[in-house]
């Protein structure tokens, strides 16, 4: 069946260093989905992108949007300790059940 | 605008008892989906309601079963408890097809 992806499942960084979680679907997707999940949170839609290659920023948080509509990742630059929390990207299937990826958990080292 | 509610926020539950959760979309979103989420395991899809008619099902055992009321609320029972249904169960509503709203949860433990 349809799957997204998602890889790393856990990243650790030094506060300040950058961070990229990437976001693989095993069919083109109309649209990806962000979600951050921060420690004992619930998920919190961040972003939409619908545009093949289609980047959009939100302050330090970059998105992109493949060229075939199948990868997107999320880049943080200069982490801080607020970013901590799971990320995940999440896609409409073919019925419209939206699937959501195994999540990349972000751990921050001040 | 008041956000998604779920309730109860805790439950403690034995084996083989059963079980229902309840979930208050925000005002205008008539789809409401049901994850279960444990450690190590992301989001697992349990199913959507749309206008009081299952969209989608994931691949859980009959069990685990929903429904969803005229004014768009939604509840899901599960029956004949297991440990392994022990997670946090996540409701989240959206309008059509558009981004999802998540509830704060349901922390439900089974002794």
């Known amino acids: 069946g349809q799957q997204v992806m998602q890889i790393p499942q856990y990243q650790h960084v030094q506060e300040g260093e950058d961070f990229t979680t990437y976001c693989n679907s095993s069919?083109?997707?109309?649209?990806i989905q962000w979600y951050k999940q921060r420690p004992g949170g619930h998920p919190v839609f961040l972003i939409q992108?619908?545009?093949?290659?289609e980047v959009k920023k939100q302050k330090r948080l970059t998105f992109q949007f493949g060229e075939a509509k199948k990868n997107s990742s999320l880049h943080i630059t200069a982490t801080q300790t607020t970013d901590v929390g799971t990320y995940f990207c999440?896609?409409?299937?073919?019925?419209?059940?939206?699937?959501f990826g195994q999540g990349t958990t972000l751990q921050v080292k001040p | 605008k008041a956000g998604v509610t779920q309730t109860p926020r805790y439950l403690i539950k034995t084996r083989g008892q059963q079980v229902t959760l309840s979930c208050s979309p925000i005002?205008?979103?008539?789809?409401v989906s049901w994850y279960q989420q444990t450690p190590g395991q992301g989001l697992q899809f349990l199913f959507e309601y749309f206008s009081e008619t299952q969209r989608n099902k994931g691949n859980f055992p009959g069990r685990f079963s929903g429904r969803q009321f005229s004014n768009s609320r939604s509840e899901m029972n599960v029956s004949t408890l297991e440990l392994g249904d022990s997670a946090l169960y996540l409701c989240a509503s959206r309008r059509d097809l558009g981004a999802q709203h998540f509830g704060d949860g349901t922390r439900l433990s089974i002794l």
């Open positions: 999440a896609g409409p299937g073919n019925t419209g059940k939206l699937i």
């Open positions: 992108l619908v545009k093949s290659g």
């Open positions: 069919t083109t997707l109309s649209n």
């Open positions: 005002s205008g979103h008539r789809s």
